[in-house]
C-alpha cells in the first residue's frame, strides 16, 4: 500500500519525498536530536546523509512495500518539515520518529504517533506495533504509555550516543481500537 497524506488537529503528515532531503540535511544533525536513534545514523553527519538516507534507505524501503514514511508540517506553516515519523515492516521495530527540540512537548508528536497508528492497525491490518526505545528517553516512553502501548521487554541497544539500556513497547491492534475508537 502507497504511503497516505495523513492529517491531524495540527499537522498535515505528507509522504516523504526525495526533495525533502534539503530541508532535513539543515534541521535533523543535532546531538539533541540523534542521541536516542540507532547507531546507524552517521554521527557527525555527514553533507550528503540525509539525500543517502532519503534515497536509499527510506524510498527503498517504501518502494519495496516494507516501510512508510511521512514528514510532519504544522497545517498553518506546511512547507517547513519539523520531524518525520514512520512505520517499518521489521520485527521488533515497526514505529520510529524525530522532531526538531523547538517543537517537543506541545503534543505534535503525539498526534502524529496516534495518525500512523491507526494507519498500521487500521489501513494495514497489522497485529500488533512494537516500538524499541532507550529507557533515557523519557518522552518517548510517557508517549507510548498515554497510548495504550506496554512493555515486553529490556534488553541492550546501539545509539548515536552509545549502547544503553532500552524497552520494547508493543501495543495490539484489538487494544488500540479497544482505547482508540
Known amino acids: 500500500m502507497a504511503t497516505p497524506e495523513l492529517q491531524t488537529a495540527r499537522l498535515v503528515l505528507k509522504p516523504l519525498a526525495s526533495e525533502d532531503a534539503t530541508q532535513i540535511q539543515r534541521i535533523f ?3 539533541e536530536i540523534v542521541r536516542y536513534l540507532v547507531a546507524s545514523v552517521p554521527w557527525p553527519y555527514p553533507d550528503n546523509a540525509a539525500q543517502n538516507y532519503v534515497d536509499n534507505v527510506a524510498l527503498a524501503a517504501t518502494r519495496a512495500g516494507k516501510g512508510w514514511y511521512w514528514t510532519l508540517r504544522r497545517k498553518e506553516n506546511p512547507d517547513e518539515l519539523i520531524g518525520v515519523i514512520c512505520l517499518m515492516d ?11 527540540p523547538e517543537w517537543q512537548g506541545q503534543g505534535y508528536m ?18 500488533v506495533l512494537r516500538a524499541p526505545k532507550a529507557v533515557a528517553n523519557d518522552r518517548s516512553k510517557r508517549l507510548s504509555q ?5 512493555l ?14 532500552t524497552e520494547l513497547w508493543e ?11
Open 29 to 31: 544533525p543535532r546531538q
Open 90 to 100: 521489521t520485527p521488533d521495530n515497526n514505529r520510529g520518529f524525530w522532531l526538531v
Open 110 to 127: 503525539t498526534e502524529a504517533c496516534h495518525a500512523v497508528t491507526d494507519f498500521w492497525f487500521n489501513a494495514l491490518e497489522r497485529d
Open 146 to 150: 498515554r497510548s495504550g502501548m506496554h
Open 152 to 165: 515486553v521487554r529490556l534488553q541492550k541497544g546501539e545509539y548515536v550516543s552509545g549502547e544503553l539500556e
Open 171 to 181: 501495543i495490539t491492534r484489538e487494544k488500540w481500537n479497544q482505547l482508540h475508537h
